[in-house]
């Protein structure tokens, strides 16, 4: 058995052992059932027989299906007729970008998200009695285990025995196997069926008494045991419509919105089969989560559709986000500052997470205020541990700075430092994962899943952040917030979240694009396993690895001319079924954050756009948008209006001034040919003077660049080799024309909805980013300087 099956195993038979009340069936002890599953040793026959029914339902095989519920009761009696109810919650934080953006202070912001992430990785997986096994720092230890007993006398004050009679509570039913996941800020576990309201009023609870303001919501529902296998089924279960019934009704609409649309009589068994597993269960419980979060009445539960809300009055003074009266004015920052009850608890996280100090500030111990943020790590302790268990790129990425010498960046104006004063926002989610979700049909693959891919995607960051970043030493810092000082040295980039498949990360804008490259192959080659990874061990002796099959089994040629715009030759299929979109915006310091997010949010939208359009003509992998805003005022809309009204001419041929977004390899592509353009010394002003000739028309453009290139006395070579050759060259093989700098594209990308032909150019793009593309001293051509014959 796998560790999740195992874990599962312990937890189903810990369900079914406790009964369907409040009061154990049996007298238990955990270690009695992890005894029982993972050692075989004995146990009283009704417990040892609530085993074996786990291990047989473990044991069916994955392309195992009854034909007809007869054939099920007859194969597998004892799970039948089991009539015990196995609890399963689902819950976490709503509305999040609401509550952690709210502030305009990156020191608020992050702490907004360290506390979300404190909640969801540490406080309810304490519920279950379950010690997070990241590393803790040394001195941190103590108040770890502090915290973590502080969390259980919570749960018991707040949700004790029901009443005098009763000897046991919601933290007697709870052990740390009933975790399935508890990653991306949402939790999925079972428990006993009697607690499944408590528990889901638990997380609730405890979201709202920690953050004060942010939304959250869990519900829960309880199940039979042969559902954690075929789905939902009716009671009594003969009456489940089966197979025969969906032969019969497969066609109605209602039937096809829920099942799918299959064409034949094998793809329909195969969707009815898809459907009903496990899968079908957290169905039910992402549609009652809907329900909650939307306000509606939720059965046994009090409805939470009213969030909570903070009286404020037109003579008080507010706090910095203007939304909530102020308790207290601190003067002991670089500047003055109102809080409110809600924002000094992120902004003590914030000042946690980015320097791990153990003590509150003075100020606030004198506020009287009691509220303790308790042990928060920050992100770049899980990156210095990371680059501990990976001696070659702590090497590359420290160089001969001495680690203990670095500052943790807590501005973005240091972090801007390293980049003339410029930042990106990478802002990445997954691809197909909901596709891949609902091929899954127990719950231990669940589990694996969600380990797997909340791995890879760390990972994928902390590698592609070693590999392009250094330690930045600050010059002509001019910040008045900063505590730094000029010579001092700080990791330059600040990780906002990472968060299962979702990640937020600033970075200086001269990598911005090689990290965000790097973070999408790097994702699918963990997951692939092709990069490994299961060297990193902690504390309590687990290791993390890649446990799943990702890996595409292709049934079609590769066509890389239908997908890959450069060098279709030189690219490698994609084999992975999940992969990334990155949003990439690029913008000076003093942007504000609230119309940075918005506009990156857009960027990730255009770029998953784009991928589910590539995957209909054979590409799965990774895509990249990106944007260069100069300045604050130069897109008054959204970017999709801006580059139909600004970028785009619809006169015939229609053409395109931009070439966003980019599958991985274009963006190396793109990559590689600014880099080879600044190796020759490629003179700016006739990138400028090209730009300009585009709107000119598509024969003018041509006409203008051509006349432009043979009068260069030096770059020719690379023009013609990393960009002609590169990126013009005609889709028909036999055609030698050349359409530089255009390429055409016939609209056909996805049939479903086709477009006009249209040709597009990267011109304007690597004009936008030439600046934020580094290349070393030494590999930059010593031409002191090109011109152009007279």
């Given at each position: 058995m796998t560790d999740s099956q195992t874990n599962i195993a312990i937890a189903i038979s810990w369900c079914l052992a406790w009964g369907n009340e409040r009061e154990p069936a049996f007298n238990l002890d955990p270690q009695q059932i992890r005894d029982a599953v993972i050692n075989k040793q004995a146990l009283p026959e009704n417990l040892q027989h609530i085993v074996r029914q786990v291990e047989t339902l473990q044991s069916i095989e994955e392309n195992y299906f009854p034909q007809t519920l007869e054939e099920l009761q007859a194969k597998y009696p004892d799970l039948w007729n089991q009539n015990t109810r196995i609890g399963l919650v689902y819950g976490g934080a709503t509305k999040i970008k609401q509550y952690v953006f709210e502030s305009a202070k990156i020191q608020e912001i992050r702490g907004a998200s360290g506390l979300l992430d404190r909640i969801n990785i540490i406080d309810l997986p304490a519920f279950f009695n379950k010690k997070n096994p990241q590393e803790i720092a040394e001195e941190d230890r103590n108040r770890y285990n502090i915290q973590l007993n502080k969390i259980r006398t919570w749960l018991n004050d707040n949700f004790p025995a029901k009443s005098e009679s009763e000897n046991y509570k919601l933290s007697d039913?709870?052990?740390?196997?009933?975790?399935?996941?508890?990653?991306?800020?949402?939790?999925?576990?079972?428990?006993?069926?009697?607690?499944?309201?408590?528990?889901?009023?638990?997380?609730?609870?405890?979201?709202?008494?920690?953050?004060?303001?942010?939304?959250?919501?869990?519900?829960?529902?309880?199940?039979?045991?042969?559902?954690?296998?075929?789905?939902?089924?009716?009671?009594?279960?003969?009456?489940?419509?089966?197979?025969?019934?969906?032969?019969?009704?497969?066609?109605?609409?209602?039937?096809?919105?829920?099942?799918?649309?299959?064409?034949?009589?094998?793809?329909?068994?195969?969707?009815?089969?898809?459907?009903?597993?496990?899968?079908?269960?957290?169905?039910?419980l992402n549609i009652l989560?809907?329900?909650?979060?939307?306000?509606?009445?939720?059965?046994?539960?009090?409805?939470?559709?009213?969030?909570?809300?903070?009286?404020?009055?037109?003579?008080?003074?507010?706090?910095?986000?203007?939304?909530?009266?102020?308790?207290?004015?601190?003067?002991?920052?670089?500047?003055?500052?109102?809080?409110?009850?809600?924002?000094?608890?992120?902004?003590?996280?914030?000042?946690?997470?980015?320097?791990?100090?153990?003590?509150?500030?003075?100020?606030?111990?004198?506020?009287?205020?009691?509220?303790?943020?308790?042990?928060?790590?920050?992100?770049?302790?899980?990156?210095?541990?990371?680059?501990?268990?990976?001696?070659?790129?702590?090497?590359?990425?420290?160089?001969?700075?001495?680690?203990?010498?670095?500052?943790?960046?807590?501005?973005?104006?240091?972090?801007?430092?390293?980049?003339?004063?410029?930042?990106?926002?990478?802002?990445?989610?997954?691809?197909?994962?909901?596709?891949?979700?609902?091929?899954?049909?127990?719950?231990?693959?669940?589990?694996?899943?969600?380990?797997?891919?909340?791995?890879?995607?760390?990972?994928?960051?902390?590698?592609?952040?070693?590999?392009?970043?250094?330690?930045?030493?600050?010059?002509?810092?001019?910040?008045?917030?900063?505590?730094?000082?000029?010579?001092?040295?700080?990791?330059?980039?600040?990780?906002?979240?990472?968060?299962?498949?979702?990640?937020?990360?600033?970075?200086?804008?001269?990598?911005?694009?090689?990290?965000?490259?790097?973070?999408?192959?790097?994702?699918?080659?963990?997951?692939?396993?092709?990069?490994?990874?299961?060297?990193?061990?902690?504390?309590?002796?687990?290791?993390?690895?890649?446990?799943?099959?990702?890996?595409?089994?292709?049934?079609?040629?590769?066509?890389?001319?239908?997908?890959?715009?450069?060098?279709?030759?030189?690219?490698?299929?994609?084999?992975?079924?999940?992969?990334?979109?990155?949003g990439v915006l690029i913008t000076a310091?003093?942007?504000?954050?609230?119309?940075?997010?918005?506009?990156?949010?857009?960027?990730?939208?255009?770029?998953?756009?784009?991928?589910?359009?590539?995957?209909k003509a054979g590409y799965r992998g990774g895509t990249v948008d990106f944007l260069t805003l100069k300045s604050v005022t130069m897109i008054s809309s959204n970017v999709k209006d801006f580059r139909q009204e600004a970028l785009t001419k619809n006169l015939p041929p229609k053409l395109k001034f931009y070439a966003a977004p980019y599958t991985l390899h274009e963006l190396g592509g793109l990559i590689t040919s600014i880099s080879a353009l600044k190796k020759a010394k490629f003179p700016k002003s006739q990138l400028y003077q090209v730009r300009s000739l585009l709107e000119w028309g598509k024969h003018t453009a041509i006409l203008n660049y051509r006349y432009f290139r043979v009068r260069l006395k030096q770059g020719k070579e690379a023009l013609l080799r990393d960009f002609e050759n590169a990126w013009c060259l005609p889709k028909d093989q036999e055609n030698n024309g050349n359409l530089a700098p255009w390429m055409y594209d016939n609209g056909r990308l996805d049939p479903e909805h086709p477009e006009d032909p249209f040709y597009e150019t990267i011109w304007r793009d690597m004009v936008d980013v030439y600046d934020f593309v580094e290349v070393p001293e030494n590999e930059i051509s010593e031409v002191v300087s090109l011109g152009v014959e007279s």
């Open positions: 039913a709870l052990i740390p196997e009933l975790i399935i996941y508890s990653t991306g800020g949402n939790i999925l576990a079972f428990c006993p069926a009697a607690y499944v309201d408590e528990l889901a009023n638990a997380i609730e609870k405890r979201y709202t008494e920690e953050t004060l303001t942010a939304n959250s919501c869990a519900v829960g529902d309880k199940f039979r045991l042969l559902e954690l296998r075929f789905g939902l089924l009716r009671e009594p279960i003969e009456s489940t419509l089966w197979l025969d019934w969906y032969h019969r009704e497969f066609n109605k609409p209602l039937v096809q919105a829920y099942f799918g649309y299959p064409s034949n009589e094998s793809e329909r068994i195969e969707a009815f089969k898809r459907r009903k597993s496990f899968n079908e269960l957290t169905t039910k989560f809907n329900q909650r979060r939307s306000g509606n009445d939720t059965a046994n539960r009090p409805s939470r559709r009213y969030p909570p809300m903070f009286e404020t009055h037109p003579y008080l003074m507010r706090d910095g986000s203007d939304r909530r009266s102020a308790i207290m004015r601190v003067d002991q920052l670089p500047r003055e500052t109102n809080f409110s009850e809600a924002s000094v608890r992120k902004y003590l996280v914030g000042d946690r997470a980015k320097d791990s100090l153990s003590n509150n500030p003075r100020w606030y111990n004198e506020s009287g205020l009691t509220w303790q943020r308790g042990v928060i790590e920050s992100w770049v302790n899980r990156f210095k541990l990371f680059l501990d268990q990976n001696p070659s790129l702590k090497a590359k990425y420290y160089g001969s700075i001495p680690e203990d010498s670095l500052e943790i960046a807590g501005t973005l104006t240091e972090v801007s430092n390293a980049s003339s004063g410029y930042i990106a926002y990478i802002y990445a989610d997954g691809n197909n994962m909901g596709g891949y979700i609902q091929k899954i049909q127990k719950p231990e693959d669940y589990q694996e899943f969600s380990q797997d891919v909340a791995l890879a995607t760390e990972y994928a960051v902390y590698q592609a952040l070693a590999e392009n970043l250094h330690p930045h030493k600050l010059r002509n810092l001019n910040d008045d917030e900063s505590n730094l000082k000029n010579s001092e040295f700080i990791h330059p980039f600040e990780i906002l979240t990472i968060g299962g498949d979702d990640i937020l990360l600033i970075v200086p804008a001269n990598k911005a694009l090689e990290i965000s490259q790097m973070i999408g192959e790097r994702f699918e080659k963990i997951l692939l396993q092709e990069i490994q990874i299961n060297e990193i061990k902690y504390d309590d002796g687990e290791t993390k690895e890649i446990t799943g099959n990702y890996r595409l089994n292709h049934t079609k040629p590769f066509e890389p001319h239908n997908h890959q715009r450069y060098k279709p030759l030189t690219a490698k299929r994609s084999d992975c079924e999940l992969s990334t979109s990155i310091v003093n942007t504000p954050i609230y119309y940075a997010r918005n506009l990156v949010e857009q960027l990730l939208k255009s770029a998953k756009e784009r991928a589910k359009k590539l995957q």
